[in-house]
């Protein structure tokens, strides 16, 4: 493989005049840098990026730690993420934590020792349950920086990417009472991490306005959604709107409805958490809460490569938390479309 100083020699030329024509430096005449650039492409010249990094002490690489790769939301995350950051020269490492606190702390010991210049990452679902975070202040500490997504740790000083779970939920209660529901559900299958949690408080919030009374449905781990689902139905056969905190729930629930006779959406109607290819499950299509996770990858990749490349006292003591707005996409599960 061609070498910076065999290039250099060939030119007649200094090994930092080659170097600083291949970055476009206004140092170097335009003639020279074409030049430069057109021997490199000759010979396929590629930096040495080990070389550079210890250079630089960068290794342009990004850590990336989620808790769950079949996660349909957050593989399009990570999508969102790897765009952004190939954007601007960067590569992006990822680690599955699989919802275990330790696997998140091993993934962040790992890539801490010279791997990569900082991090992105939604926190395991252990993690959250034990309120751990001191792995998270001792990266911060060995000067690499954080940005969390979804879910997020509020104790821990770094940039976040959240978005709207409280008020989204909220709103979308209100437009099943605006319906004229009057026995709304709530089913979650995520009650033990903060987004879950925050989405339940909306929807009680919404309910308690009204002075109606909430009525929650939660499942657990390993209970079998479609039987709790179908016990829920058996139990209360006046339910006429469901809200579903994830996507599967919200599909099983109005595929479920039809056992009971149940017509969507003129006896019932359902909104739920979801991206649009998850809704086609089910008949007639889920109206959802989209929360546009591509969106939220790329703003947390923006934030993360804002830190990296901005050493100013402000942006290294100045803390932001960006808000991504979900929309409500109305489908035949709703009478109002």
Avoid at 189 to 207: C, F, Q, T
Avoid at 271 to 297: C, E
Wanted: charged share 30%; proline share 2%; glycine share 4%.
């Amino acid at each position: 493989m061609v070498t910076l100083k065999q290039l250099a020699k060939e030119l007649e030329v200094s090994i930092s005049t080659v170097s600083k024509a291949l970055n476009n430096s206004e140092e170097i005449g335009e003639e020279t840098r074409k030049r430069v650039k057109e021997l490199a492409e000759l010979y396929n010249y590629k930096p040495n990026k080990v070389a550079l990094s210890l250079k630089q002490n960068k290794t342009k690489t990004i850590g990336v730690i989620i808790p769950d790769i079949l996660n349909y939301f957050l593989s399009k995350v990570l999508f969102g993420i790897e765009r952004e950051a190939n954007k601007h020269g960067y590569n992006i490492i990822t680690c599955i934590s699989n919802e275990s606190l330790e696997k998140e702390k091993q993934s962040l010991e790992l890539l801490a020792n010279g791997s990569v210049d900082g991090f992105i990452l939604s926190i395991a679902e252990e993690t959250q349950t034990k309120n751990e975070i001191n792995h998270f202040k001792d990266t911060i500490s060995q000067g690499l920086p954080i940005v969390m997504f979804d879910r997020v740790a509020h104790d821990v000083r770094c940039d976040k990417v959240i978005v709207d779970d409280f008020e989204s939920t909220y709103s979308a209660t209100k437009s099943l009472i605006a319906e004229g529901r009057n026995n709304i559900v709530f089913i979650s299958k995520i009650d033990s991490i903060s987004v879950g949690k925050l989405r339940e408080r909306g929807y009680n919030k919404a309910i308690l306005e009204e002075g109606q009374t909430p009525n929650v449905l939660i499942i657990k781990k390993n209970d079998d959604t479609q039987q709790k689902i179908k016990q829920l139905y058996k139990k209360y056969d006046k339910i006429d709107g469901v809200i579903a905190a994830d996507s599967a729930s919200g599909v099983i629930a109005i595929n479920m409805a039809r056992n009971f006779k149940k017509k969507v959406p003129k006896d019932i109607s359902v909104i739920g958490f979801s991206s649009k290819s998850v809704s086609n499950h089910s008949v007639p299509k889920l109206t959802i809460i989209r929360q546009h996770a591509k969106k939220i990858g790329a703003k947390a990749a923006e934030l993360l490569i804002d830190r990296l490349q901005n050493t100013s006292e402000t942006i290294t003591t100045e803390y932001t938390t960006k808000i991504v707005k979900t929309t409500l996409v109305k489908s035949k599960s709703t009478l109002l479309q």
